[in-house]
């Protein structure tokens, strides 16, 4: 192959032997799961500590092999790399790729495996340079991860599957994001509905759009469609994207088939509101002012609902008035005589109103917390991956 390749050397074996996890003191963003993933030294892409290691075991599924991308490999130059290196093994056959720094970097900055188990070693010593290391993966099982040596850009950026030049205007294509994406560093501009500066880290965008989830990554469709004058910003997803300026192109995302409309984007009707309580506000002039659950509906002008003052685990219920699948969520405070808005929120779904399921999102291991507004006039959302299928939703 193109990368350098010989039988595993010493010191290739993780110091814990669990797959999809890592270990020492020199490991930076990291997120590994059996399909894909990314991880980075401590620090990227500032300089990596001194005398530090990071050791990664990634583990596919049986029968799948798996594809690296060298998003960045940046390590202080040394003869034979011995000060700052980057080792890739395969346990089960004893093949090394490597090791790499700078005066030794991948051929290629894509790495096709044969094995379905590959460890990823990286040490470090005294050293006064270099960025560390960004690295990204997938596995042969997903479709849009075929590829060619030619005109490849970081993986971990824009994605497995996008191939030699630009897209032409308006043509859609299809690219596979590897989880982990979030928390890379690069800049984001623009939001879900304008669409995102072409220059924006393409799978990071597609988090903020709600279009795969961070903790799975996956497959997503977009068109690359003419630029506009100004891109606004905007919290979503848990992702802040920037305020831009014009470009020549724009990246917009695809929930369904670029010919369709994406009907999963319109607003549901809710038929009634319901909450835990509801606080009867009378200000200094003995004005009642109800902020009843019914002005929770973000259209509402005005006062928006609130629960009572002191309440605990306050809740506000959405009667859809059938089972519907919900896609997302938009939230809003209220600035209407108070600074009011809510930070962080659980959701929990019924279809009888008796029986409740907490939302646990793509993981599934703990119910999660919906980061919300920081300010009582902006517009967040937060998408639902996988939907919802419910009437009510709390």
Known sequence: GPHQEGKQRQGTACLSPLPGVSAGNGCGHTLLTPHSGTLSSKNYPGTYPNHT?????????????????????????????????????????????????RNSIPSAPLLATNSSTVTVL???????????????????????????????????????????????????????????CKDIHGDIWGNPNQGYRDTSVLCKAAVHAGVIADELGGQVTLSREKGITLYESAFANGLHSKRGSLSEKRLVFHKVCCLLSPACDDALEVVAFNASSWWHEVDALGQDRAWVAERAALSTTGHSWAAELGAEAAWLELDLGTRRNVTGIITKGSSEQHDYYVTSYHVSSSRDRKNWRPYRGSSGQEDKVFEGNADSHGEVSNAFIPPIVARYVR
């Open 53 to 101: 290691m990071c050791c990664w075991q990634l583990q596919a599924p049986p029968g799948t092999s798996l594809l690296l991308a060298f998003g960045d490999v940046d390590l202080e130059p040394s003869e034979h790399c011995a000060h700052s290196s980057l080792l890739l093994a395969d346990p089960q056959t004893g093949t090394a790729y490597g090791p790499y720094c």
């Open 122 to 180: 990286f040490n470090s010593t005294s050293h006064r340079s270099g960025r560390g290391l960004l690295l990204s993966y997938a596995t042969s099982q997903h479709p849009g991860t075929h590829y060619t040596q030619e005109h490849i850009r970081a993986r971990v950026q824009r994605g497995f599957g996008w191939e030699g030049p630009d897209p032409p205007l308006t043509m859609c294509f299809s690219v596979y994001c590897p989880a982990g």
